[in-house]
């Protein structure tokens, strides 16, 4: 496999207890086979520890607090396992988070998903999303990156200014906050936020201006990235729908909260690790073209 990596991949290190939103709180932490192997093999406190917070069922997982931590994350924001074992003491999912892959004929690019604090902070940093030949270190453009795959997509569908209308209809804007409030919510607060955005439509100005589009245009590339595999099953005019909706939607929650970062790390969290949130939104979409 020839390896590529998103330049923010490159970039990336954990805020840990620093960061705003832990990944150690509010989902299952799975816990891979050969991780339970060491963890049942640890004579130690803390292997006694981990062992009376794992269960097992149809997967094996940390059995979360009340509050939905991770039993292991301590209240400074840190990770007891960290402390005492280093890095090579997580299971697989908590040593890779937020990294994802994306597989395609003989490459394997990688990137970092954008419900991390910090990957949404680096993706605003870039004015143009570039990627990293592993063995070459040579740096390509999302265009390039297209091209060495073999994937036509037409320029214009590139760039957001020639394919969204300079003025969003308000019958647009709720077909997309409809969708949206129809994806599986990840807790109890995603329905009433798009609840408030349907209400508070009327706020959002509709007119996009070049400048306000560029803002989120690598952004814009960065999801399409996220779901290049999807092409050879949806089509690549599918996988436009799908990022241009998401834009519209992060557009709409950032106009209503005023903050950009949070628009996009919430939309992420929400839709990105939930293949079935994925699969209705481009299953219910019609273009904007």
Known sequence: MIDIDAEIYTE??????????????????????????????????????????????????FKLTEDERCPFLKDNGLCKIIEELGEDGLCDICRLHPRFFVDINDYSMAGVGLSCERAAELIFEKKNLDFIM??????????ELLDLLGIEIPQKFLELSKILPDHLKESQMEKILDIFLATEPIDPNWENEVKLLQESL?????????NYLNKFEVIYHYIIFRQLELIEQHGYKKVIDYAICSIIFIMLYANKFHDDLEAVRRWSEQIEYNEDNIELIINKLSSFY
């Open 12 to 61: 990336f290190k954990c805020k840990a207890d620093k960061c705003k939103h832990s990944c150690c709180k509010g989902w299952e932490i799975d816990i891979d086979d050969d991780t339970l192997d060491y963890y049942m093999s640890i004579n130690t406190d803390l292997g006694n520890e981990i062992r009376q917070n794992i269960r097992e069922g149809e997967d094996t997982f």
């Open 134 to 143: 592993c063995e070459s270190k040579k740096k390509i453009g999302f265009k």
């Open 202 to 210: 009327s706020d959002f100005p509709g007119n996009l201006d070049d």
